[in-house]
């Protein structure tokens, strides 16, 4: 499991550095204003981004254990992660309900 989570924080953060990049060759390339010379010099750059810096390869997984099933996405944990810590207490602001 800590493979999975290392694997996914290093893809978050590949993300994070190569955002702002991404977004002005994608923009300067579908910019139909500038010559079709100067578009193809920007749209060579885009093939040197790695794939795991896209938005869409990023998976929510849980930071605790690696599970990829029901995540809750403020906290980035597991439901049964969410339950147990918020039993003991750990979780500022977050009560057992009590009917």
Not at 35 to 55: A, C, G, V
Not at 70 to 94: E, N, T, V
Request: aromatic letters at 12%.
């Amino acid at each position: 499991m800590q493979k999975k989570i290392k694997k996914n924080i290093k893809q978050r953060l590949l993300f994070k550095n190569l955002e702002k990049q991404r977004l002005i060759i994608k923009t300067i390339s579908n910019n139909f204003n500038l010559k079709k010379n100067i578009r193809w010099k920007i749209e060579q750059k885009w093939f040197n981004f790695t794939k795991n810096s896209s938005l869409t390869r990023i998976k929510n997984i849980c930071l605790l254990t690696g599970r990829s099933k029901s995540i809750y996405r403020f906290f980035k944990i597991s439901r049964l992660q969410l339950r147990k810590l918020a039993s003991f207490g750990f979780l500022p602001g977050i009560t057992k309900f009590n009917r």
